[in-house]
């Protein structure tokens, strides 16, 4: 952090900086807090012709974005947009079906395909987004962060190889296997477009940036660090010569004690831990690296209750107090009541 932010420090900055303020409770935004489970939502998606022109419509996007914002007490929206605008950049053909969700040309099936795509494709093509992030910058609440995203490459590969949502990553671990030299090549490129992709963003308003690698806990130890640290410490290095007053989130979901490696080896200021990671764990090993986010279980949302109660009374017991943003382990289910989420983020906030 730097001066940047110190003469107007939003509570959700202050967690990263001197200025933050240990006995307020923590900073709250949830992973997928715009979707389904919206009401307004399913009726603004219903005004786009398809998902892909729903994220390339920057009033729609950008709509998207501040429902939740309107609706709950959270410090930070998040850009409405996709991971997978990344692949659709680059020239890969990518469409999202109900029910079924992502559908891409695959690279598994088709050789001849990657060496068609390429990120000189990707500039312009993604201007779209860059003006929902300053539509939405224009429109914020000036205490409420704004942060921009993408896939981080080992994840977006692994749609791209697959063609779709795989039950367990398989032909992407297969690709990684047989074709190790292509995978390195695609994460490359993935990296040359990324870097620029982020930079729109930042430049158009978005103050924290999140890299999303769902799927770094498929791999074994070794390849993380080729597939998962490499590519991800290049895109903060990067990032971090030009912008050093943006803070970078980690989520590499599901990787358990390799949290620590990866924050300490690719340079992330906040890592993202998912569900399965002991609060208490997170407070002795990684607090002191770094500004944890997470860590409640998005069924226990859907559930409500006591239950909810319980997983933010354990929270405070252990990460309150510390360099902490108070979240979910992955993101907000399609079917869960929009009233436990508003009941959640109030419980957050309330200090015993
Ligand atoms: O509110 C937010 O979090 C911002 C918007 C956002 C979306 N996707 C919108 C979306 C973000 C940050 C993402 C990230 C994303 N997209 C990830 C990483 C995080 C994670 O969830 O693991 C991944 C793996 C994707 C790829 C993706 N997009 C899949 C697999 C699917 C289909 C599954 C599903 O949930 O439907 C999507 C579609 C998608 N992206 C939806 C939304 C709101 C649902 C589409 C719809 O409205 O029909």
């Known amino acids: 952090m730097t001066e ?7 509570h959700f900055h202050s967690v990263f900086s001197d200025e933050i303020n240990f006995s307020r409770p923590p900073p709250v935004w949830f992973m997928r807090q715009a979707g389904r489970y919206l009401p307004e939502y399913k009726s603004l998606r219903a005004q786009a012709k398809d998902f892909l022109d729903f994220c390339f419509t920057p009033s729609l996007a950008a709509e998207a974005t501040l ?4 609706r709950f007490n959270f410090d930070a929206a998040i850009l409405f947009a996709d991971i997978l605008l990344v692949p659709y950049a680059l020239g890969q053909s990518v469409r999202f079906e109900e029910n079924i969700g992502p559908v891409l040309e695959s690279l598994s099936g088709n050789p001849t395909l990657l060496s068609r795509l390429s990120p000189d494709n990707v500039m312009g093509c993604l201007d779209c987004v860059y003006e929902t992030v300053s539509r939405v910058k224009s429109e914020l609440p000036s205490d409420v962060a704004l942060i921009g995203f993408a896939g981080a490459p080992w994840t977006v590969a692994t749609y791209m190889i697959g063609g779709r949502s795989t039950k367990d990553r398989a032909p992407a671990l297969a690709y990684a296997s047989r074709k190790p030299q292509e995978l390195t090549f695609l994460l490359d490129m993935l990296v040359e477009a990324t870097v620029p992709y982020l930079e729109g963003q930042i430049k158009a308003g978005a103050e924290v940036i999140q890299l999303f690698d769902t799927w770094a806990g498929d791999l074994s130890e070794f390849d993380f660090e080729s597939y998962v640290i490499k590519p991800t410490a290049e895109i903060v290095r990067r990032l971090r010569s030009k912008y050093p007053h943006v803070d970078i989130i980690g989520f590499p979901r599901g990787v358990g004690n390799l ?5 300490k080896r690719t340079g992330v200021s906040g ?3 998912d569900a399965s990671v002991e609060p208490s764990w997170a407070a002795q090993h990684l607090c002191p690296l770094g500004v944890v986010q997470g860590n409640i279980d998005p069924e226990v949302v859907v559930l409500g209750g006591e239950v909810m109660e319980a997983s933010v009374a354990r929270l405070r017991e252990t990460l309150y107090g510390l360099r902490f943003i108070a979240g979910l382990g992955h993101g907000i289910l399609p079917h869960t009541p929009p009233e436990h989420v508003a009941e959640l983020v109030d419980e957050i906030r309330r200090m015993p």
Not at 4 to 10: C, E, G, I, P
């Open 67 to 70: 429902q939740p914002i309107r």
């Open 259 to 263: 949290y620590v490696d990866y924050v």
């Open 4 to 10: 940047h932010y110190l003469n107007n420090t939003k």
């Open 271 to 273: 890592i993202s831990i």
